[in-house]
C-alpha cells in the first residue's frame, strides 16, 4: 500500500463540561491517499467535526484536550510540532467549515480574506491574487465576482458565502481539503457544480478530501471510502460500494438501510434510527450502540468491542454474525438493490 498522505492514529478528543468529560472523539485511526475521497458519517454529534478541527489543529483548548493521538502529514507529525502545523495548516491542508459565517471575518471584505493567504503563502502580487481571486469566485458559481470582492460577509446570502469559503479553501492549491457539510446551503444546481469542480481537482491534481456529510447522494458520487462513527468512535470503515451493498455494523446498516435508492444509487439523507444517540458523557457499558441495536448480546452490554480488519481495505466494531439473522429484522428492511 502507497505511503498516505495522511493518518489518524488512535486519536483521542475530550471536553471538560458541566454534565462530566465528554469524549467526543475516542479512539479514532483513519488514512487518506492522495486523490482519495474518504466520506465521514454519522449522526449528529458523533464527534466528525472534532475530528476534523483536531487535524487542522483547532481544536478549541480548554475547554478541548487531545489527550493521546498521532496525526501525521505526509509522514510528518502535525500535533506535536506545531511549525509543521502552521507551515501545513491553510496551505497543504485547507478546510470548509461547517459554519460559514463563523469562518469568515465579519470586518473584512471579501476580497481581501480571499487574497491574503495567496499573498502570504504563494507570495502572490496584489494584482496577481486578485485575478485569482475572481477566477475562483467564478469557478463556485459566485456572480459577478469582481464586484463581490469588495463586499464584508453579511452583504452575501448563506450560500454565496459557503462558496466564498470553498473558493478560500482552494486557494492555495491543498493536497488535502476537509470539507465539513460542504454543500448544504447551496441548490442543487450550485451543489452539483460545486461537487464537479471537486471531481475536477481531484483527478488532475490529485486533491484528497475528507467529505463529513449527511448527504448520501454526494457520498456516493464523491467518496471512495466510507468511515462511520458513533459516539465518537470508529465503528466501520470500507470501500463506498461495499458500505452501501454489504455493512458489517448494525448501526451503518440502520443508517444506510432505509434509504430509497434510484437505478441502484443512494439518494436523501442519511436515516434516522429509533433511540436516541448517547449522550457522550454518559455513555453505556459494552458497545455504545447496543441500547438501539436490534442484534445485542449479553456481551455486547458488558465488553466494547474494538474495531477489527475483516479484510485488507473493511473493518467493523461488532463481533455479533448479525448479517445472517436480517430476514428477521422487520424494522431494518435489507436495502433493495
Ligand atoms: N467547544 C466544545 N465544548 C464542549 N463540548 C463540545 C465542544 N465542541 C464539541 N463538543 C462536543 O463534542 C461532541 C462532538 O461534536 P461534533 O461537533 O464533532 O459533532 P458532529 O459529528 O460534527 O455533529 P454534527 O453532524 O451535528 O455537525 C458533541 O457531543 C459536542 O457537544
Ligand atoms: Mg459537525
Redesign the pocket.
Known sequence: MSPALLEVENLCVQ?R?EEGL?R?VDQVCLRIQAGETLALV??????????SLAIMGLV?QP??EITSGQIRFEGRELLRDRRNMRRVRGRQIAMIF?DPMSALNPFLTIGQQLTEPMRYHLGFSSSQARRRAVELLEQVGVPDPRRRLSYYPHQLSGGQRQRVMIAMALSCQPKLLIA??PTTALDVTVQAQILALLAQLQQKRGLAILL?T?DLGVVATLAHRVAV?YA?RMVEQAPVERIFRTPLHPYTHALLGAVPRVDGVPAGRLATIGGEPPH?AQLPPGCAFHPRCPWAQESCRRQRPELEWVQADHARACPVDWRRQLTSAPHNPEPNR
Open positions: 471536553f463540561t465528554v467526543a454519522g449522526e449528529s454529534g458523533c464527534g466528525k467535526t472534532v475530528t478549541p475547554p478541548g461547517q465539513d457539510e463529513i449527511h462513527m465518537g457522550l
